[in-house]
């Protein structure tokens, strides 16, 4: 190695230094060794080594140790360095392959090892699944009779059971041969067919057995003959009409139920059948189809008798069981008599031809039918509703008469004997609860179904009624000129409004609760849109109208076809009419509401108010169009005043002109009656629609005006500003409390509408050479156009020129053109011939008022040669002064001296002024 590392630097070193240099070197040689000794020390010390490097070039690091040969006499030293280091490399890898020998040996001792001990555990597992086989075979041997002797004892227990069961059966049917016949044994009787009907239950599975066939002989000859003895006891106790049976008898019959019950649905069937054949005999009997008991109108007395043939009959009814339901099943079936009564009678011709003339009877029967379904609904199945219904009639009634009062105490004693049912349900069993609500569901139109073909006759009388009293309500509104009766402040509502609503209510409530709740109903709530639909229709043609017959206008609005004259009473009648239409609106919803709930549930989705509901909505918006066009009608006024104004001859600008104060009386007149009569919603309206009309049309007005001078910018500007503050005193006057704040909307666009056109009136104020940087200064974004910008050169006094000149201008800074390169505008001054011209007049007019000796004013030949000249001077001051002329009489001949030197002087003054003028024109035609 010491031999390759010198001829490596004998052969890559030339290097020549001098003395001086050797020393430095020798330093850098002695550290880089002292580095490499520090890094060979110990391998486990080192952090880097530059052997390690990627990038190492060994004749580089040669040469960067010992640079020349000066630097080779610590050669030794370093080699034993390395030489060092590699027997200690060395000695790391030796005992790195001793090591890694030594464990091959163990890692494969440790392998077999493993195998060793899984199949030691294979071997036991296999001797554990062994002996859990031989348990389970000694188990299986020791059950085997075990199961043996379970099953015998079960079967001998179904066996004893079924012996037992036996034994009570044959027992029972015995003891019941013995009672059968003897009728005070109802009650023995009744509990051994219950305990033999259980008994027998169970034998179903053994009825091929001799002896349960001959038992089940016996119990059927039995229950025939106790069939027979039960039905015949009925007929010979009951069956006699008007016979009030003693409570001996009473207790047999209780009993006898019992029997009944307990001998099937069957026989409780049959006897149920003869009972309400032969209470409805005596029905039929009392009330035949001929003679008075026949006609519509003694319907009543039906209802009536049965009423009372219950309470009559309390007791004997009061002998059935519950879940019999005999009062019901008694109702029911003299429902279905009844009813066919009612089809027969309304079916025949000589009947509908009373009914046509007169429906009072129908409408009669009707109630007393419904009132007398409620009432057994009631009795039977709950009645809430009814108790409901009593409760709102209650309410309705404000004053009563002792009839009343006796009538409402029952009322208070029948809920309390429906409360008393209502309890007594809580206490049923669910298929008695159900058989209650059954009940109920039953009763309701189980007569009066009969009646909804007739009852067309009460809806046409219905809407004949309906149809008169709408038009009497509109009657009486023209005769108090659409004016609401009472005098409170604040939105208030059409009289006939309220009536018919009432009307309504009444016909209603009358139908839902005594007449019908089906289709009746329906074609009920038909007349009812159709009413509302033609009282929505009155109150649109009372609204005023345009020459055209609209009371909606759209722009353009040109000539006076759009006009809607109103007067200030009209005004008050619209809000009326406004109000009144949204009252009938909510209103409808209400009255949908209403019939909804009240009709039956099948017929609710028929009902639908909604085009009601869309008429009247119709009408408040047309209400809200008349009043904004009427409001710009008057207006207009003002601003067709203010296109006659000659913009361009006035002298001095100052106060308001005077279409802004017939504005600002238009709107201020108008503000504290709409603002009383309408309500905070509708008065917003009202405020954003008539700012949304009159706005445009203001600026469009603006538009039209021409020529206008330099003073008629700056007045129209104060005018525009003044027309802008009455805008937003209008809110502030007709609502003092709330000004601004419940028209944020309204506030808000007048002010950036109206301070559009106050910018577009500064740009007029601007010189020609700066209108197109104005105009694209103040105008709104959406106004910055070519059409927009010529409408403001034309509204500015300008020549052809200088338009062209401007709009070419204007087309260049849109266009993104530099400054250079713009077109030039001539100032105002270089052509304005107007200003020449009017100085010239100026000058003319005063040289005519002068009087030159031999001339009299504007050419007229002066006076005589003997007129005093100091006569006529004071003729012409007293003229023109008429306070002088006194003083001009007592005066000396000094004095009308000194009265001609001050007109003289006055006149030289003006024509002064007017060569200033004429020198300031030159300069700038000059320049």
């Known amino acids: 190695i010491e031999s390759s590392w010198c001829g490596d630097l004998v052969g890559t070193t030339n290097l020549q230094v001098g003395d001086d240099q050797q020393d430095a070197q020798m330093d850098s040689v002695h550290a880089l060794q002292e580095q490499v000794e520090i890094k060979f020390q110990l391998p486990s010390e080192r952090k880097t080594d530059v052997f390690d490097k990627e990038d190492f070039d060994a004749i580089k690091f040669i040469n960067q140790i010992y640079p020349d040969e000066s630097s080779l006499g610590d050669l030794d030293r370093f080699i034993g360095v390395l030489k060092k280091q590699i027997r200690t490399v060395d000695k790391e890898i030796f005992s790195a392959v001793r090591a890694q020998g030594g464990a091959h040996t163990r890692a494969r001792d440790d392998v077999a090892s493993a195998h060793a001990q899984i199949s030691e555990l294979f071997m036991k597992i296999r001797d554990i699944q062994r002996k859990a086989e031989e348990s389970e075979m000694m188990v299986q041997e020791i059950c085997r009779d075990i199961k043996k002797l379970d099953y015998a004892k079960k079967h001998l227990t179904n066996a004893i059971t079924a012996l037992r069961r036996l034994a009570m059966l044959t027992a029972a049917v015995t003891d019941l041969e013995q009672v059968a016949g003897r009728r005070d044994q109802y009650k023995k009787c009744a509990n051994l067919l219950e305990a033999i009907t259980q008994l027998m239950d169970y034998f179903q599975q053994y009825e091929s057995i001799p002896k349960v066939k001959t038992l089940s002989k016996r119990l059927n000859q039995v229950q025939a003959k106790l069939q027979e003895s039960v039905i015949d006891d009925f007929k010979i106790l009951m069956g006699q009409a008007d016979v009030k049976l003693t409570p001996d008898n009473l207790d047999?019959?209780?009993?006898?139920?019992?029997?009944?019950?307990?001998?099937?649905?069957?026989?409780?069937?049959?006897?149920?059948?003869?009972?309400?054949?032969?209470?409805?005999?005596?029905?039929?009997?009392?009330?035949?189809?001929?003679?008075?008991?026949?006609?519509?109108?003694?319907?009543?007395?039906?209802?009536?008798?049965?009423?009372?043939?219950?309470?009559?009959?309390?007791?004997?009814?009061?002998?059935?069981?519950?879940?019999?339901?005999?009062?019901?099943?008694?109702?029911?079936?003299?429902?279905?008599?009844?009813?066919?009564?009612?089809?027969?009678?309304?079916?025949?011709?000589?009947?509908?031809?009373?009914?046509?003339?007169?429906?009072?009877?129908?409408?009669?029967?009707?109630?007393?039918?419904?009132?007398?379904?409620?009432?057994?609904?009631?009795?039977?199945?709950?009645?809430?509703?009814?108790?409901?219904?009593?409760?709102?009639?209650?309410?309705?009634?404000?004053?009563?008469?002792?009839?009343?009062?006796?009538?409402?105490?029952?009322?208070?004693?029948?809920?309390?004997?429906?409360?008393?049912?209502?309890?007594?349900?809580?206490?049923?069993?669910?298929?008695?609860?159900?058989?209650?609500?059954?009940?109920?569901?039953?009763?309701?139109?189980?007569?009066?179904?009969?009646?909804?073909?007739?009852?067309?006759?009460?809806?046409?009388?219905?809407?004949?009624?309906?149809?008169?009293?709408?038009?009497?309500?509109?009657?009486?509104?023209?005769?108090?000129?659409?004016?609401?009766?009472?005098?409170?402040?604040?939105?208030?509502?059409?009289?006939?409004?309220?009536?018919?609503?009432?009307?309504?209510?009444?016909?209603?409530?009358?139908?839902?609760?005594?007449?019908?709740?089906?289709?009746?109903?329906?074609?009920?709530?038909?007349?009812?849109?159709?009413?509302?639909?033609?009282?929505?229709?009155?109150?649109?043609?009372?609204?005023?109208?345009?020459?055209?017959?609209?009371?909606?206008?759209?722009?353009?609005?040109?000539?006076?076809?759009?006009?809607?004259?109103?007067?200030?009473?009209?005004?008050?009648?619209?809000?009326?009419?406004?109000?009144?239409?949204?009252?009938?609106?909510?209103?409808?919803?209400?009255?949908?509401?209403?019939?909804?709930?009240?009709?039956?549930?099948?017929?609710?989705?028929?009902?639908?108010?909604?085009?009601?509901?869309?008429?009247?909505?119709?009408?408040?918006?047309?209400?809200?169009?008349?009043?904004?066009?009427?409001?710009?009608?008057?207006?207009?006024?003002?601003?067709?005043?203010?296109?006659?104004?000659?913009?361009?001859?006035?002298?001095?600008?100052?106060?308001?002109?005077?279409?802004v104060n017939n504005i600002r009386k238009v709107l201020l007149d108008s503000a504290p009656r709409l603002g009383a009569e309408l309500s905070e919603t509708s008065f917003s309206f009202l405020c954003d629609k008539m700012a949304r009309m009159f706005v445009p049309r203001f600026q469009e007005h603006v538009y039209r005006l021409k020529k206008i001078s330099d003073k008629g910018t700056l007045q129209l500007s104060?005018?525009?500003?003044?027309?802008?503050?009455?805008?937003?005193?209008?809110?502030?006057?007709?609502?003092?409390?709330?000004?601004?704040?419940?028209?944020?909307?309204?506030?808000?666009?007048?002010?950036?509408?109206?301070?559009?056109?106050?910018?577009?009136?500064?740009?007029?104020?601007?010189?020609?050479?700066?209108?197109?940087?104005?105009?694209?200064?103040?105008?709104?974004?959406?106004?910055?156009?070519?059409?927009?910008?010529?409408?403001?050169?034309?509204?500015?006094?300008?020549?052809?020129?200088?338009?062209?000149?401007?709009?070419?201008?204007?087309?260049?800074?849109?266009?993104?053109?530099?400054?250079?390169?713009?077109?030039?505008?001539a100032p105002a001054a270089a052509t304005n011939l107007g200003a020449f011209k009017l100085n010239m007049n100026n000058l003319t007019q005063l040289a005519a008022t002068i009087n030159f000796p031999g001339r009299g004013p504007k050419g007229v030949p002066g006076p005589a040669v003997n007129e005093s000249p100091s006569r006529a001077l004071l003729a012409k001051v007293t003229a023109a002064d008429p306070r002088a002329a006194g003083h001009a009489r007592n005066a000396s001949g000094s004095s009308i001296t000194d009265a001609m030197k001050e007109k003289t002087k006055e006149g030289f003054a003006k024509i002064g002024n007017v060569v200033k003028g004429l020198q300031s024109w030159h300069a700038d035609v000059t320049n």
């Open 718 to 825: 104060i005018d525009c500003d003044a027309v802008k503050r009455v805008l937003l005193d209008f809110v502030k006057v007709a609502r003092p409390t709330n000004s601004g704040e419940e028209v944020p909307n309204y506030v808000h666009y007048v002010e950036r509408e109206m301070g559009a056109v106050i910018n577009m009136v500064k740009v007029l104020q601007s010189k020609p050479e700066n209108l197109v940087d104005t105009f694209m200064l103040l105008m709104p974004a959406q106004s910055q156009n070519m059409h927009e910008f010529v409408r403001v050169c034309e509204m500015k006094n300008l020549t052809k020129k200088q338009q062209s000149d401007l709009m070419a201008l204007y087309q260049h800074k849109v266009s993104g053109g530099d400054a250079a390169s713009a077109p030039i505008v």
């Open 252 to 659: 047999r019959l209780a009993a006898a139920c019992l029997v009944v019950d307990a001998l099937g649905p069957r026989v409780r069937d049959q006897l149920m059948d003869w009972l309400c054949d032969r209470e409805m005999s005596i029905y039929t009997n009392i009330f035949s189809m001929s003679g008075e008991a026949g006609k519509l109108d003694r319907f009543e007395r039906r209802y009536m008798w049965f009423k009372g043939r219950l309470e009559e009959k309390k007791e004997q009814w009061a002998i059935f069981p519950m879940a019999w339901r005999v009062p019901q099943m008694l109702c029911l079936t003299f429902c279905k008599i009844t009813k066919a009564h009612v089809k027969r009678i309304l079916n025949d011709e000589e009947a509908q031809a009373e009914l046509r003339g007169d429906i009072g009877p129908l409408i009669k029967t009707v109630v007393a039918t419904n009132k007398f379904e409620k009432e057994m609904a009631a009795l039977f199945g709950g009645g809430a509703s009814m108790a409901e219904e009593e409760e709102d009639e209650q309410a309705d009634t404000d004053s009563l008469t002792a009839r009343e009062a006796r009538m409402r105490l029952e009322k208070f004693r029948k809920r309390e004997r429906l409360e008393a049912q209502r309890k007594a349900m809580e206490k049923m069993t669910d298929r008695e609860r159900q058989a209650q609500q059954e009940a109920k569901t039953t009763f309701e139109g189980s007569i009066s179904e009969a009646f909804e073909e007739a009852l067309r006759l009460y809806v046409a009388e219905e809407e004949r009624d309906l149809t008169a009293h709408l038009e009497t309500c509109l009657r009486e509104e023209y005769e108090a000129r659409w004016s609401p009766q009472d005098e409170e402040p604040g939105p208030r509502v059409l009289s006939s409004a309220n009536k018919l609503f009432l009307k309504i209510r009444g016909s209603l409530s009358r139908c839902s609760r005594m007449i019908s709740k089906g289709p009746t109903l329906l074609a009920l709530t038909e007349i009812f849109q159709t009413l509302l639909t033609t009282y929505a229709a009155a109150l649109l043609h009372r609204l005023p109208k345009t020459a055209t017959g609209q009371t909606a206008v759209q722009p353009p609005y040109n000539g006076q076809d759009w006009y809607i004259r109103v007067p200030e009473d009209e005004e008050k009648v619209l809000c009326h009419i406004l109000h009144t239409a949204e009252f009938c609106r909510e209103t409808v919803e209400g009255l949908s509401a209403a019939i909804v709930k009240s009709i039956n549930p099948a017929l609710a989705e028929k009902v639908d108010m909604s085009d009601q509901e869309s008429a009247f909505l119709n009408v408040a918006s047309q209400c809200m169009n008349v009043l904004v066009v009427g409001l710009n009608t008057k207006l207009d006024a003002g601003l067709q005043e203010m296109t006659r104004v000659r913009w361009d001859s006035i002298e001095q600008p100052g106060d308001d002109s005077t279409f």
